[in-house]
């Protein structure tokens, strides 16, 4: 935020199943404000849609600017959706929004043109304008958390799919035989082998089996966590360290996959996982430079993300500046 | 050729490592003429590239049209390649072809405008084009043969990825452990499981396996091919009705992940397997209904090809057309 503001301004919302996060981008995609708010996504749309406007409102009330500066609104929100027609359909983590005319309806309480994107992907599409993408052309983006989003920018463009289902890269299948299950009831998904969700379920099964590691004192006490396994790993637990090794090579078979079906410039892994730290990064680097064909390896980019927890709504209010926007895109 | 021909002409040229095939194309992608010669891929790239403009005068001459009434040329070629570049790198069907320029040398010797594409994009083009794909607005097409072509159409430009990798789906990782071993080297690609080539290994390991099947006595006349597991299949022998299902299903597992990556309008299968009919196809739709989720499983056709083996010569023309066209993309 030390730069100079370009304008015009975009607002952005990344509308998650616990908060909400906004922020007013210029026209760079630099932040100029951020807040966040509760979901309280079981209190359902109505309220749920007065939340949204209101972190919409604060965000732009934080970033010093007038409402009338504001050219239009993203929103990046879990699917499943329509995103053509701006409906969400059933999305899992917002129970009872469902078939709701999301964008009119967030349109019409703040009086601006909106546009609907699915949150991985507008994540995707920030780290592409104004993160560790901006010197790419094309890239692919896995976020690693409770389960795996994924977005693809290809030549500026979003691979948002002919029906909303671009991108959900989180649910190739890379087991056909023995695979694990998914959460969305299906085997062998990337998800079910490499979300963090999946790296405990795998660590708890290895304890389960009466493996020595430091893993069991951590388990007993409520904390294992994909991080806690990252720091077991780090300070020379074998199981942990084993666990972290599956992990990149999964993560390495979804990268692979991707750079040959898109082979784009740049492959990033974002999401609470990257906490992790560079040992998982190298891991995977080493095990794509294995998996893939010769010049691909050589050249295509794998990186952590750099936004955090800023890509989505940076990315949506991106998202507005692509339809909205009058400089056209970079 | 029935309907009026339809102003300017582009020549299409697909060079394969055993038959070069080339056509004159008309700017609604109708073939006005088609040739067929030796590739003679072993005498070398001089030769090769002399093969390639004979084809094209050839294909010219038989389209009763006047040389100078063609556009510009494409050329639709096996890998490894640089597209942009217009280079070979080391195709490994055109032993010696290595680093060639091909789209240049060819440009010289017809003297005529010239791009360069990938076979299987080309096809891809083709059959999106003006084949199966016609009403589409982005389709993926699987080319079953010896290996596996992939082409992806995005809203009507080629996904030639950033190192000319992309589209490489024959090549997608779809089995980590116990994997079957892939021409290329690397293992579990659906390559490994699903062509025609793994078809037959499949086969063979069965019958090593002596489980009983009239497929014993084909092969012992030396007839074991895709086809002929097809046929035992159709006249109802468990092995081979078993060995296709197997088929179906990589081949379902393949889609769904280009649904779930690409989310196209269409998928199209194509290329000699297809010849086993609808029953393969039947099976292919029912699991990728089971495989994908639901709303893509509902809307994404499934189909064969329609161009067979004249959708490389007209895809390329089509690209030759994108680049030099004076009417534009449909």
């Given at each position: 935020m030390s730069a100079v503001r370009r304008p015009p301004y975009y607002l952005g919302i990344d509308l998650g199943g616990t908060n909400i996060k906004s922020g007013v981008v210029d026209d760079a995609g630099q932040s100029c404000s951020s807040v966040s708010l509760k979901?309280?996504?079981?209190?359902?749309p109505d309220v749920g849609l007065e939340t949204l406007a209101e972190a919409a409102r604060r965000a732009v009330k934080a970033s010093g600017l007038d409402w009338k500066e504001i050219v239009a609104v993203g929103l990046g929100s879990p699917g499943t959706m329509d995103i053509e027609a701006g409906m969400l359909l059933e999305p899992p983590n917002l129970p009872?929004?469902?078939?709701?005319p999301i964008r009119q309806r967030l349109a019409d309480l703040l009086d601006k043109p909106t546009v609907l994107q699915n949150d991985a992907n507008a994540a995707a599409y920030g780290e592409f304008w104004a993160g560790a993408g901006r010197d790419a052309k094309s890239l692919g983006l896995f976020t690693l958390g409770t389960g795996i989003g994924c977005g693809i920018i290809d030549h500026g463009r979003i691979i948002v799919g002919r029906h909303s289902n671009g991108a959900e890269c989180g649910h190739m299948i890379i087991q056909m035989e023995n695979a694990r299950q998914c959460s969305c009831g299906a085997y062998g998904h990337l998800e079910a082998y490499a979300s963090a969700t999946a790296l405990v379920k795998r660590a708890n099964e290895a304890l389960d089996e009466g493996i020595s590691s430091r893993l069991h004192e951590v388990r007993g006490k409520g904390l294992l966590t994909s991080r806690a396994i990252a720091e077991a790993a780090e300070s020379g637990d074998a199981l942990a360290r084993r666990l972290m090794r599956e992990t990149a090579r999964y993560l390495a078979v979804g990268a692979v996959n991707l750079m040959n079906t898109i082979d784009p410039d740049m492959i990033l892994f974002g999401g609470g996982m990257i906490a992790a730290g560079t040992t998982l990064l190298n891991d995977i680097r080493g095990d794509i430079q294995s998996l893939a064909f010769p010049i691909p390896a050589a050249r295509t980019v794998i990186e952590y993300a750099a936004l955090g927890g800023d890509a989505g709504y940076i990315g949506a209010a991106g998202c507005a500046r692509l339809m909205y926007g009058t400089s056209g895109p970079e």
């Open positions: 979901t309280q996504a079981t209190l359902g009872g929004w469902d078939n709701l």
